[in-house]
């Protein structure tokens, strides 16, 4: 393909970069703690694979292209022993990493069942071997266990992005964080 211009490759960092710092805000990190670096995916003319190379922060400028082009073969000579000075290199894919740190997180605590034993939404039937057959199982609500509730294989625990399937044999007790710590029964 076409080697892109200064101002194409300019307006695609320029647009990546804005994607990744909106990212990074609804994430609720904030410029001051994070970052967004970018790099290129470089090749010769011909060649099967790429090497991502860093490329330099700042205004994009034929001096920027001529450096990260200077650091692939630098790369390629230090990862196959060979480079090609001479040879056309393409850019393939232009890529930015977008990191951050959080405040750091305080787990909350459940409220305690206080020995009050979590009820089930519903009930569906499950597979947990072919000897067996389907078992009708207990469906509970994730949002609902307290700190100390128990359950009993098999059951069923949903929320919104997991399902946790308990099978016979086993059971969960929830934590004061809201894990669910299974154990095989004896």
Do not use: C
């Not at 073969?73 to 990493?97: F, G, I, M, W």
């Not at 020995?115 to 609902?144: K, M, N």
């Amino acid at each position: 393909g076409e080697t892109p211009s200064i101002e194409e490759i300019t307006t695609v960092y320029s647009r990546l970069e804005s994607q990744s710092w909106d990212w990074l805000n609804s994430e609720g990190v904030s410029r001051d703690v994070g970052q967004v670096t970018r790099s290129a995916d470089l090749r010769y003319e011909h060649q099967g694979w790429e090497i991502t190379v860093d490329m330099p922060d700042g205004p994009i400028t034929e001096a920027t292209v001529d450096h990260l082009i200077a650091n692939f073969h630098d790369l390629h000579n230090r990862l196959y022993t060979y480079n090609l000075p001479q040879a056309k290199v393409e850019l393939v894919n232009l890529r930015v990493s977008a990191s951050g740190a959080l405040p750091r997180h305080e787990m909350s605590t459940l409220s305690s069942a206080n020995g009050r034993q979590p009820e089930p939404e519903s009930s569906r039937p499950a597979l947990f071997s072919r000897s067996v057959g389907y078992v009708d199982t207990p469906v509970y609500r994730r949002d609902t266990l307290l700190s100390g509730s128990e359950l009993v294989g098999p059951a069923v625990v949903e929320q919104r992005d997991t399902t946790t399937l308990l099978a016979p044999g086993f059971g969960a007790r929830v934590d004061s964080h809201g894990n669910l710590v299974i154990t095989g029964m004896e």
